[in-house]
């Protein structure tokens, strides 16, 4: 029998079974050379998601960072950091983003190897890419706006992967609304996102948190309304951290470092082109993600927010983890901070930056 329930409408719903088994595989680790131009390349398999947020990673592969640092990368895509999670334990990735999910916490507090290093983004306002959308049918009903949550009692949500950051925003919101987040909505999982618009212009789907600029492109089509964003729910939420192995950091931590460096001031430029709607920048990032450049340019600034110092909001981090044990009661606890990070990887690589910056 699959562990996977459906719904009325078709739509596989989110167990606790799901959440388990997601985290159970988890993340594994990069291979990377020295700084020095002078060490031989070292080729490295990186898990990807194809959206906006990916930014500084298509700028650091576009503008050559990583050949600078003596990498050499070969990028597989997901549609969600969670589905790389299984590929990275049985070993057929160096590194991939690691979204926050109550799998991963729940990997973590029964002695995951692996410690997440670098930030991949946060819901910083104004900077932040998630959006919540709902059905025309809602908006109609008088869900205009994060303070009318209390409306969608009973809806179906939808997202790409369960624990998630889509489940954690959505949950908060009917939480805030004096709901019980557990109880007041259906949420199903296992549609990309523009699946999941064209699931919510079909009836299917109430609401769902939904990246810009795709969910402006729905909202232009008339599938459904922008009633707020992520940021207007959970402001500076953490989306996601680089995750690598404990066996590599122990081996491999100048080739950490150096990732981190490439990685840390291409995020630097993409912060800045989201504010300029740099062309070059727009072009990159319009290129890997096969989203119009129109698109791109209308979501600026809103390209998700990044830390100069590549440091991830880790309280936020720990916030999250908090969510999954104490209130949805996904996975037990505790998840420990130490057996989370180690931020000695961001740390030294934005002193490096300070002190020798070979990018520039």
């Not at 110092?309 to 104490?326: C, K």
Request: aromatic share 8%; hydrophobic share 45%; glycine share 10%.
């Amino acid at each position: 029998m699959s562990n996977r329930l459906q719904n009325s409408k078709g739509l596989a719903v989110i167990n606790r079974r799901q959440v388990l088994s997601a985290g159970t595989a988890t993340f594994a680790g990069l291979a990377m050379p020295s700084v020095l131009r002078a060490q031989p390349v070292t080729k490295m398999r990186i898990g990807v998601v194809p959206l906006l947020s990916s930014g500084p990673l298509f700028i650091a592969v576009a503008k050559g960072y990583f050949q600078k640092v003596g990498i050499e990368v070969e990028l597989r895509t997901f549609a969600d950091g969670a589905l790389a999670i299984p590929a990275l334990v049985a070993g057929e990735l160096d590194a991939t983003v690691a979204t926050l999910n109550a799998g991963l916490f729940n990997a973590v507090s029964k002695g995951a190897n692996y410690k997440l290093v670098l930030d991949r983004g946060s819901e910083k306002p104004g900077f932040g890419s998630t959006t919540i959308l709902v059905s025309n049918k809602m908006y109609d009903a008088g869900v205009t706006g994060i303070d009318k949550f209390a409306l969608l009692k009973g809806a179906r949500f939808s997202m790409q992967a369960p624990g998630g950051i889509d489940h954690y925003l959505l949950a908060n919101g009917l939480l805030k609304a004096g709901l019980d987040p557990r109880t007041s909505a259906t949420y199903a999982s296992g549609l990309t996102y523009p699946d999941i618009i064209k699931s919510m212009g079909t009836g299917v789907t109430d609401a769902a948190q939904c990246p810009v600029p795709l969910a402006f492109l729905a909202e232009s089509n008339n599938v459904g309304k922008i009633i707020g964003t992520g940021a207007d729910i959970v402001p500076n939420a953490q989306l996601g951290c680089w995750t690598m192995p404990t066996k590599f950091l122990e081996g491999n931590r100048k080739a950490a470092v150096a990732f981190a460096m490439a990685h840390i001031y291409a995020a630097r430029l993409f912060v800045e082109a989201a504010k300029t709607k740099d062309p070059e920048i727009v072009k990159i990032i319009a290129d890997a993600t096969k989203v119009p450049g129109a698109l791109i340019e209308k979501a600026a600034p809103r390209w998700t927010g990044y830390d100069h110092e590549g440091m991830p909001n880790t309280q936020s981090v720990l916030d999250q983890a908090s969510f999954w044990v104490d209130t949805m009661k996904l996975i037990s606890g505790p998840v420990p901070k130490d057996a989370l990070f180690d931020l000695g990887i961001a740390e030294e690589a934005a002193a490096a930056l300070k002190s020798k910056n070979p990018f520039v």
